[in-house]
Each structure stands twice: as C-alpha cells, then as structure tokens.
C-alpha cells in the first residue's frame, strides 16, 4: 500500500500548479484521498478529500482557487492549484481518509488525525513574490 505525491515547486504569486497522488497496492477507487500541508512549526492542515463516492471538500484556505479531482484509471488524486498565494507556501502530502471526507458545518473538509491511513511522501510548494 503506498501513495506517492508530486508536482511540487517554485512558482510566482498569481501561479498555478498541480500536484499528483499516485496510488499503488490497494483497491484505490475504495478509498478517499485527503490532500494536506504543513509549514514549520504549524499544525498540518487538511486542505481538500475526495470521497470515494465522488464528493468534494475543501478548507476555507484554498476554496475557490484550488481542484481536487480522481482519475480513477490512473490510480491517481490531482490538486490543481490556481492563484497561488505566499502563504500557500509547504509541504504538501497526501493520504487516505478512512472516514470518507468529514465534513464541518459550513461544509469544509474537517479531518481527524487518527482517522488517515497511508501517507505519500511530501512534496515542496513554494510561493515567491
């Protein structure tokens, strides 16, 4: 069972990137994805879960800018990432939700730690002005 993120780089304020999911090992259309960042000495933010069953949540951080979406041929979790912002700066990682994409009241993507299963390896987004 192993995921593998990618697609990290330096971009300019204003830029787009997008960040791959490669899923290996497990029935993948069985599981939802949750897309994460982490800057130093912050805690790590879940930014965005596609469900297995096709639904989408995002945090208020990155709603409007950025995509999640499931190529479910390639074994693979996309996170289009438009309008990029300083403070979109951090490594970013992917992993299951074994919860299936919980939900807050307003409808953001509101994970729980003990609830995420395999971890990819981060990958480096950095934002310049």
């Known amino acids: 069972v192993q995921l593998q993120a990618s697609g990290g780089g330096l971009v300019r304020t204003g830029g787009s990137l997008r960040l791959s999911c490669a899923a290996s090992?497990?029935?993948?259309?069985?599981?939802?994805i949750g897309w994460f960042r982490q800057v130093p000495g912050k805690e790590r933010e879940g930014i965005s879960c596609t469900s297995y069953d096709g639904r989408t949540y995002y945090s208020d951080s990155v709603k409007g800018r950025f995509t999640i979406s499931r190529d479910i041929a390639k074994n693979t979790v996309y996170l289009q990432m438009n309008n990029l912002k300083f403070e979109d700066t951090a490594v970013y990682y992917c992993?299951?939700?074994?919860?299936?994409?919980?939900?807050?009241?307003?409808?953001?993507?509101?994970?729980?730690?003990?609830?995420?299963?395999?971890w990819g390896q981060g990958t480096q987004v950095t934002v310049s002005s």
């Open positions: 090992g497990f029935d993948f259309e069985d599981y939802a």
């Open positions: 992993a299951t939700d074994l919860t299936n994409c919980p939900y807050d009241y307003s409808g953001n993507y509101y994970y729980n730690l003990k609830n995420l299963g395999t």
